[in-house]
């Protein structure tokens, strides 16, 4: 299915030229929960909604888990996801510390190879608005 886009006005504050730009956007259509994740996986196979629903959030659980400690999990044919944080610099090394330094922390995806490759090809994309799909 292609994507939806939109046509976007942003203004550039930092150059010289402060002419606005216009950007292509893509589109969000909706969000896919685990109850409908868990049905479409439990009608392709043998396993029932119920356990499918179970697995995803034990996946859920173990993601944070082995994140938390430091690993680095590999999904294979999703990607690997991992903890980064956003840190202040510090002149002193002996001044920095997780509390006063760490701002935030955020979560690295690496998709698949397979993925990469995918979306490389690029995806078929239609203008909000317009008729043909």
């Not at 150059?15 to 049905?39: C, D, E, F, H, R």
Request: include cysteine; hydrophobic fraction near 30%; glycine fraction near 6%.
């Amino acid at each position: 299915m292609p994507i939806r886009y939109r046509i976007t006005k942003r203004s550039n504050t930092i150059a010289n030229n402060k002419k606005p730009q216009y950007i292509m956007q893509a589109v969000n259509t909706g969000v896919v929960n685990v109850k409908q994740l868990s049905k479409q996986i439990s009608n392709e196979c043998s396993l029932s909604e119920i356990d499918v629903k179970f697995v995803l959030e034990a996946l859920g659980q173990k993601l944070k888990f082995y994140l938390e400690d430091g690993k680095i999990v590999d999904l294979e044919n999703i990607g690997k996801f991992r903890i980064g944080f956003k840190c202040k610099a510090n002149p002193d090394p002996t001044q920095l510390t997780p509390k006063r330094n760490i701002e935030k922390y955020h979560l690295n995806f690496q998709p698949d190879v397979t993925i990469k490759r995918w979306l490389k090809n690029g995806i078929k994309t239609y203008k909000e608005g317009s008729r043909s799909k």
